[in-house]
C-alpha cells in the first residue's frame, strides 16, 4: 500500500500542500473550510497551494466536489480520533501547521507569505 508521504514528496519543491481531514464529507467544519478557502482561489494557486480533503476513505484535491476511493496512510498526520484536522506542509516537504480548529484565509495566507521561499518568489516576480 502506498504511503501518503509518498505521495506528498512528489510535491516538494514545486506545490505547498494543505490537508484537511474530517470523520464525515458533511462535517460542518470541512464545509465550513473549504469555503473559508474558495475566497481566494486565485491568491492560493498563486502560493502554489495544493489542496486535499480526506473523509470516510475517501479524498478529493483542490475545489473539487468528485471524492474518489482512497487506500493511502495517513496515520502521520492525523489520528482517528480527531475529528477534524487541518495540516500545511511547506515546499521543503515540512509540516508548518497543525491545527484542529478552521484556518482562516488570513492565517494562512500569512503564514505562507512570511515563508523564505514565498518571499524569494515574490521578489523574483516583482523584478
Known sequence: ???????IESYQW?????LIFSDAKNNK?????????????KGLKERKLK???FSENQFTTDFSTVWLSSALKTEKYKRKSEDFKVVLIGL???????????L???KLVT???????RKRE???KNK
Not at 514545486?14 to 494543505?18: D, F, H, M, P, T
Open 1 to 7: 500500500m502506498k504511503s501518503f508521504s509518498q505521495e
Open 14 to 18: 514545486e506545490k505547498r500542500v494543505l
Open 29 to 41: 467544519k470541512l464545509q465550513q473550510q473549504i469555503e473559508i478557502l474558495s475566497k481566494d482561489k
Open 51 to 53: 489542496i486535499y480533503q
Open 92 to 102: 521543503d516537504g515540512g509540516i508548518k501547521l497543525k491545527q484542529n480548529d478552521l
Open 104 to 106: 482562516s484565509l488570513e
Open 111 to 117: 503564514m505562507i507569505d512570511g515563508m523564505p521561499m
Open 122 to 124: 515574490v521578489k523574483a
